[in-house]
């Protein structure tokens, strides 16, 4: 089974808005065993869109179709696959019904122009979307299956894994499996090196084994292409061994694991409690943990100690290290971690301080100088780093680089 | 001057890498006048590639192929463009002496595979490359300028700036300039209704003048063509005139402005300060605060008060309370808000609790409700959001609820 992605909209084809979406269709549709040979962005205009379904009708078993399924004017997805496919759009009062409901939820009539968003070509099926009021649909023409899912995200995404993903994981013979392995705190050549002879890609190596640099993350990605998820277990699970014994704690999580979920597995392992001092980064460390489901056991909360006077007052930094030390040194880092956990009474402290730019910066304390201090049951660990970048990727590197220590120092 | 993009690889199409050149490219070329209708991705393959090339000559005035450039057998590019131009593929020796200094420099010989990057098809005219050893190439073909960069994110831009963007600049009669107005507080349809008659959409509206919704935040977004800045601006100074009338407070920013960029600039216009407690959203309020450079001047710091014992603590929110009426409720919001300006001295004391999910919810207190209270000089307001969603998207529609409340309360 192949695939060709076609997305839809003035924002994409300008430049305005990155596609993600087709990438995330493609690694979806890979899992599967569907591959993706093909995507296509075009503008929000009825004949370009009519036309670029009509090219690819005949083309791919499958080709899905992304974005211009809204209320608006700018919204011609609809009318443009009709036309291709020489199908009238019609009503689907069914789908009228819960869209009129959904408004009346919120105390509002259906606004007029909404019905377009229950309207579909004759002869298409309806795809529900329990996340919005945008209907999708399904036909096929030309020996294609043609899919048209709206571009709001989220509803994409349930939609695709409602209605396509379980039809899809039946049909294939062979599947795609990948496995990832995250690193954190080694330059990418050197994990490269010690990896190197295990590394093989192009179309027929199986499992296919490469390097991804991202946002200080290095990630190595095997991909198995096998008949089940055992066949490609077998394949995979002797390179994951390999590189975890060649990197050991380089290694700190797998597949959808981040650095802040490999801290929180480890206080769970460790049964630890977590509080946090902050200064450069601001609240980024508290909104991380938080966005992991459950973290309320482990994680007790946390001080955003951006000015000074927060320090002293809400962590008990003595104000006179403000002269001698400076608010950026590994003496108001400890102070803070200590802080943090005796405050909140957390068996882990952590504090950080640092200057995230673009002023603050001095020839003995630049622009990316960060202290961080991890207190665990009173013994303290400080580290310093000098970042480079802009403001925001000197907080997320200095974010990764607490996770990373917290997680060694629950080692 | 109209343009596509092609961009080369495997990992794109298959969606382990998302593509990013074909925004950048458009981006920038719009600011020239030349106007992006369709992105095309394919994969590693000389026969994909060389189709997709031959099918768009003579669509476009410029066709620009990105990626496939590298010296290893993945990389196809030159082969393909040379097969769909009928072309041979010939060696540059000026290229080839350049690059076999770049690696006598490092102290290597040239690697017999990289001879490849000094290659173009015959009739072809050499693109240099001052950041790496692969050489672009430019040729006319069907009436289509055809430009191949390499896929390496810095060459690339360093190419298309150096090489493409100076001769177009001056080749275009025209510019397009975006304005962007980005509206919170009510739905994509009615601001729709309330704009409706200024909407001009397709190829020859001028300007152009569309929506977009994203993440709560609705976007109305206008296009002009016009020979230089100062004519777009007499094109699109009335209608944001129009709009701001028409939606008056609704409006929070233009263009790059976020909603804590608009709280952040009325702190500064009201001589205000501002401290934070957050429960449910666990530091994001503070994170993207502290995005703002210069922020430090207004933020005075905030505390995160995940666990009800640290709201106790930290904030002074009376522990009776939790079983009265309630961690999630507008009493403790208050409170929360309250103790964060007393605690901190700030002028503004926000307070936010609500329930995230995706375990906590009860009938009476569903997932995602969220109450919000904002204190300005002591005189609080308080907020009830019901909001739907995962954990991540609760916790973003309550960041931008809790700005919009700040941003009102400051007015």
């Given amino acids: 089974v192949n695939a060709q992605i076609l997305t839809i909209g003035d924002e994409l084809v300008l430049g305005q808005v990155v596609d993600t979406h087709s ?24 004949n370009a869109i009519a036309e670029a379904v009509q090219r690819s009708l005949g083309e791919s078993d499958l080709l899905l179709i992304l974005g211009g399924l809204g209320p608006t004017e700018d919204d011609l997805t609809r009318q443009a696959v009709a036309q291709a496919l020489g199908a009238e759009l019609i009503l689907d009062p069914e789908w009228k019904v819960r869209i009129e409901e959904r408004f009346h939820a919120r105390g509002l009539d259906l606004p007029e122009r909404n019905e377009i968003q229950a309207m579909i070509p004759r002869g298409a099926r309806l795809l529900t979307n329990r996340l919005g009021t945008a209907a999708g649909f399904e036909a096929t023409a030309n020996g294609t299956r043609l899919v048209v899912l709206p571009g709001v995200p989220s509803e994409m995404k349930a939609m695709f894994e409602d209605h396509l993903l379980p039809g899809l994981s039946e049909a294939g013979d062979t599947i795609f499996v990948t496995r990832r392995l995250h690193c954190f705190g080694a330059p990418e050549s050197s994990i490269h090196q010690q990896i190197e002879d295990l590394m093989k890609t192009g179309r027929h190596a199986n499992p296919q084994v490469g ?10 990605k095997f991909v198995a292409e096998a008949a089940n998820e055992i066949d490609a277990r077998v394949k995979l699970d002797p390179l994951e061994r390999t590189c975890r014994e060649r990197l050991g704690e380089l290694i700190f999580g797998r597949d959808g694991e981040t650095l802040e979920v490999a801290v929180a597995k480890r206080l769970e392992a460790r049964k630890k409690t977590l509080a946090l001092a902050e200064s450069c980064t601001g609240g980024l460390l508290g909104h991380l943990l938080t966005n992991i489901p459950g973290i309320s056991r482990f994680f007790l909360g946390g001080i955003v100690a951006y000015s000074n006077a927060a320090k002293t007052e809400l962590l008990g930094v003595p104000p006179e290290w403000f002269e001698t030390v400076g608010a950026v040194s590994a003496k108001v880092a400890q102070a803070m971690a200590e802080g943090a956990g005796r405050k909140s009474g957390a068996d882990v402290g952590v504090g950080i301080t640092g200057i995230a730019g673009p002023e603050g910066g001095t020839r003995e304390k630049p622009i990316g100088l960060v202290y961080i201090a991890v207190c ?18 000197i907080k997320d590197r200095a974010a990764k680089s607490t996770f990373n220590l917290v997680r060694k120092c629950l080692a």
């Fill in 211 to 220: 390097i991804l640099a991202q946002s200080g993350v290095i990630t190595i």
């Fill in 376 to 393: 665990v049951d009173g013994e303290t660990t400080v580290e310093r780093h000098q970042f480079r970048g802009m403001r925001e990727t």
């Fill in 23 to 46: 990438a995330y269709l493609a690694q979806r549709l890979a899992t599967v065993g569907v591959r993706t040979f093909r995507h296509l962005c075009v503008a929000d205009n009825v």
